[in-house]
């Protein structure tokens, strides 16, 4: 029986590690995307719902807050629920638990439903039966909401060409790619002496391959760091990232 | 009971297509890998055997020929063996089936044992007790055997930074990664046009974070490209590539 708040055991293999040992958050942030999907799929709004009625839904806010990441062959669970419709968008939480069922971390998200032949947001308070309404469970995570992101002066940059690995299977770039690109753009030497343990992407235009990107980061106060990824050929902000650390 | 040749079943999951709905050639290697870590412990000369030994398996070409490779939810099988030792080096090979049993792939690669205290690599037939010999299947894949690979006059090429996330848990570039940049320096629309089936890296110096590289490319005849991958502070080749298409 399908229930509100959904749990998603998944242990952490070899290869999807980075160099500390830990689940890298690429790896990370894509099962985080995968079990939002599958609990999507169990309550009748998933790729079916999404594939008989043209529509789909696109990641417009992540959050994910993180004590620390699993290590190499740990188990751990993420949980996964509804918190909340409103207009064209929706609330997804995540709860992440290690082996012994303790909480280690929180995830936020927000989603709109697209509808492929208006190009347009879908309002999800008026869908036929009320929609997914039945789903929502109003419990929210004990994490701050979503930051404002705004780089004024970049004091670290790096550029990318977007290739064609670094698509999905929708031909956009991979969500979490833009993630990797921000740790990127710090070296070594600051990643083995800082733990970063949130991070936030406001996801705006799609990246497509052969997309120039500059990836470009301002420190924000003592513990954070707000990067913009931004489009050479005109210049628009596709992604914006925030990363705190300690 | 350990066999020789051991299969290991697997599945395509979502998030891990490329944009084609094909398994990731990314995904394809580094589950390949990952294989042959797996049989590699199976026959006692694995992981366990590596820490206590202080000794460490270094891959030094890998070549990797599909027919079509499988797709998302599809089933499919990676079996592998060795086939041979020789001196400080050993051969494994692969063989992939869909989900049906048939044969799509062959795989073949070269290994040797470093020792962490000389940094040479051990002679794999002189280890106690026989070493690995009760392993050794003496069956071949029916695909081609390595090519030689050399760029002269590259005709495309592209710049990476290597960053934190290229990096896997030792701390050097991962060796599908190479593979990776190559296949992003063709455009979107080569890889609509065309089918790669067959990839080839042969691995020489380790690439670290903060290494800038050129990733230099030429066309060889009418169905291939030769690929190297050059830092740039020295213009050492880290890495070659060889890709066939159709």
């Not at 690429?26 to 719902?49: D, K, Q, V, W």
């Not at 993180?66 to 929706?90: C, G, K, M, N």
């Not at 609330?91 to 190009?119: K, M, P, Q, V």
Request: hydrophobic share 40%; net charge negative; aromatic share 10%.
């Amino acid at each position: 029986m399908k229930s509100k708040k959904m749990t998603f055991p998944l242990v952490v293999e070899p290869f999807q590690e980075d160099y500390s040992g830990h689940l890298s958050w690429s790896n990370l942030g894509n099962f985080t995307l995968r079990i939002a999907s599958l609990h999507a799929e169990a309550h009748g709004f998933g790729i079916s719902y999404m594939m008989s009625h043209r529509r789909g839904w696109v990641l417009s806010r992540l959050a994910i807050e993180l004590q620390e990441r699993p290590r190499s062959l740990q188990h751990y669970s993420i949980a996964t629920w509804v918190s909340r419709i409103f207009r064209q968008f929706t609330e997804r939480n995540f709860e992440f638990r290690d082996a012994d069922g303790c909480i280690i971390g929180h995830g936020i998200s927000t989603w709109a439903l697209i509808d492929y032949e208006t190009r347009q947001p879908v309002n999800l308070e008026n869908l036929p039966n009320g929609g997914f309404q039945d789903a929502v469970l109003s419990e929210v995570p004990p994490i701050a909401p979503y930051s404002r992101i705004r780089v004024k002066e970049p004091s670290v940059s790096l550029h990318h060409h977007c290739g064609m690995t670094d698509l999905d299977i929708n031909g956009h770039v991979n969500s979490i790619r833009y993630i990797d690109w921000v740790l990127d753009a710090f070296t070594l030497e600051w990643h083995k002496a800082h733990a970063v343990h949130r991070i936030e992407a406001a996801f705006g235009l799609e990246g497509y391959a052969g997309d120039e990107v500059d990836i470009i980061v301002e420190a924000v106060g003592e513990n954070a760091y707000a990067a913009e990824i931004k489009r050479q050929s005109d210049g628009a902000t596709l992604v914006k990232v925030m990363l705190y650390y300690h």
